[in-house]
């Protein structure tokens, strides 16, 4: 019964030391030097959500200037509106306001 008391009394003391000692730094000035605090242009966060490049188990899909008749370029089965609904078939995708092409197959 003595040790286990010895055994606690000892963790919660050790807890207590090890919680003392850490602490977070206010001081983040150093930290922030190189930290701009510009606004994103809109343009910039745009090209952010549209890739160039679609890489899938299926392979890889290069964005091209879509046009109105994309679709009807592939089959119904060749062509997917969500990249993760992408087979070996798939020929291409519609997606992000863009057409992706299959340029290669996944090795």
């Known amino acids: 019964m003595k040790a286990i008391l010895k055994f606690l009394i000892l963790t919660v003391t050790l807890a207590v030391v090890i919680g003392n000692n850490v602490f977070a730094s206010d ?40 046009s109105l008749h994309d679709e009807d370029k592939f089959s119904q089965d060749e062509v997917v509106y969500d990249v993760s609904k992408t087979t070996d078939e798939t020929k291409a995708i519609i997606q992000y306001d863009a057409t992706y092409i299959k340029e290669e197959d996944s090795k």
């Open 27 to 66: 001081d983040t000035s150093e930290e922030m030097r190189g930290v701009t605090k510009a606004i994103v242009p809109d343009s910039v966060l745009e090209e952010l959500n549209h890739p160039d490049k679609i890489y899938t188990k299926d392979g890889l899909f290069i964005k091209k200037p879509q």
